[in-house]
């Protein structure tokens, strides 16, 4: 079976790869304009999270893989902050970093959840 932090990070992987693809899947929910410049950082988080998603997957059980997971929850919940400071749009703050914090729990969470089963 694989472990949850390895599934936890295809799913990280996969959804990132989207926004390396399709930079206005991340910019429009943000209420961001969709420029060359912003498709570059969006593709820039993409990409730092696509490599993320591959180090939790490929990540042995124990020290490594605990570091993975705080590489990954601490780039999600910094996002969350900086989302949070730095949108317009009170409604899209919330909606954005909402979903940044969630995705660093579900991380953590299936770190948390493979350590206590010896994963």
């Given amino acids: ?3 949850l932090t390895a599934l ?3 799913a ?3 959804f990132s ?4 693809a399709a930079p206005s899947v991340l910019l429009r929910p943000c209420g961001i304009a969709d420029t060359r410049q912003t498709r570059a950082l969006a ?4 990409a730092r999270d696509v490599v993320a998603g591959i180090a939790l997957v490929l990540a042995a059980p124990g020290r490594p893989r605990r570091l993975a997971v705080a590489g990954r929850v601490a780039s999600d919940w910094t996002d969350a ?3 949070a400071a730095g949108l317009a749009r009170q409604d899209r703050r ?7 914090v ?7 969470a299936a770190a948390v959840l493979d350590e206590r089963a010896g994963r």
């Fill in 1 to 3: 079976m694989s472990s």
């Fill in 8 to 10: 936890s990070g295809a």
């Fill in 12 to 14: 990280t992987a996969a």
């Fill in 17 to 20: 790869a989207v926004f390396v």
């Fill in 43 to 46: 593709r820039m988080v993409g």
């Fill in 81 to 83: 902050v900086a989302l």
């Fill in 94 to 100: 919330a909606l954005v970093s909402a979903s940044a």
């Fill in 102 to 108: 969630t995705w660093g729990l579900v991380c953590l």
